[in-house]
């Protein structure tokens, strides 16, 4: 079964980066699907951020095209997010969904997610 | 970007009930419309998937429908396990936009 775990830093300061880890297991990053990031604002609000694919390429939410960048190691079958120049309105819970005709075009797959705060 | 308009925001109801929540999209979607349920401090769930089609282990009380720029949940003979919050996403094109969330409770 495939299996998705986030992790990273729980505290950014403001203008930092942030730079999250999904960690995928039971299933190869570079078989099928699109790799996700997509966050729950405080309030409940979801965003759609951006994938990677598994032939690397990538498409990004252009709300935050300037600032966002999703990267993969494919040896360890993990992705990468890092978000530039953060605010307070980056604080959100993270997560790395999968994407994909395989899955009927329907985000079937989840981390458990990963709370982020901005704050100085 | 595909506007996505979920109503009502929240919604009560007793046990036993059927309850419909809708979601409009700013331009027709054909069908490219999933359900997600919400419950606190978990991940968010496919429900329905292709705006119809009942995601794996869900129950058959949810159901669906709709085409073009209007689509519907519908959650029948209401459980107290439905407590969640329940969000439609468009999936035609990027970015995926997601609607505001209708959250559920049990009279």
């Known amino acids: 079964d495939v299996q998705l775990q986030e992790s990273g830093p729980g505290l950014v300061k403001p203008s930092q980066s942030l730079s999250l880890t999904c960690t995928v297991t039971g299933y190869s990053i570079t078989s099928d699907y699109a790799w996700n990031w997509i966050r729950q604002f405080p309030g409940n609000k979801l965003e759609w951020m951006g994938y990677i694919s598994y032939s690397g390429s990538t498409s990004y939410n252009p709300s935050l095209k300037s600032r966002i960048s999703v990267t993969r190691d494919t040896s360890k079958n993990q992705f990468f997010l890092q978000l530039n120049s953060v605010t307070t309105e980056d604080t959100a819970t993270y997560y790395c969904?999968?994407?994909?005709?395989?899955?009927?075009?329907?985000?079937?797959?989840w981390g458990q997610g990963t709370s982020v705060t901005v704050s100085s | 970007d595909i506007q996505m308009t979920q109503s009502p925001a929240s919604l009560s109801a007793s046990v036993g009930e059927t309850v419909t929540i809708t979601c409009g999209a700013s331009e027709n979607i054909y069908g490219a419309l999933n359900w997600y349920q919400r419950k606190q401090g978990k991940s968010p769930q496919l429900l329905i998937y292709?705006?119809?089609n009942l995601a794996d282990g869900m129950s058959s009380r949810f159901s669906g429908s709709g085409s073009g720029r209007q689509y519907s949940l519908k959650i029948s003979s209401l459980h107290p396990d439905d407590v969640a919050t329940y969000y439609c996403?468009?999936?035609?094109?990027?970015?995926?936009?997601f609607g505001s969330g209708t959250k559920l409770e049990i009279k």
């Open positions: 292709g705006a119809t």
């Open positions: 996403q468009n999936v035609l094109i990027t970015p995926f936009t």
């Open positions: 969904a999968t994407w994909g005709s395989s899955s009927h075009y329907a985000m079937d797959y």
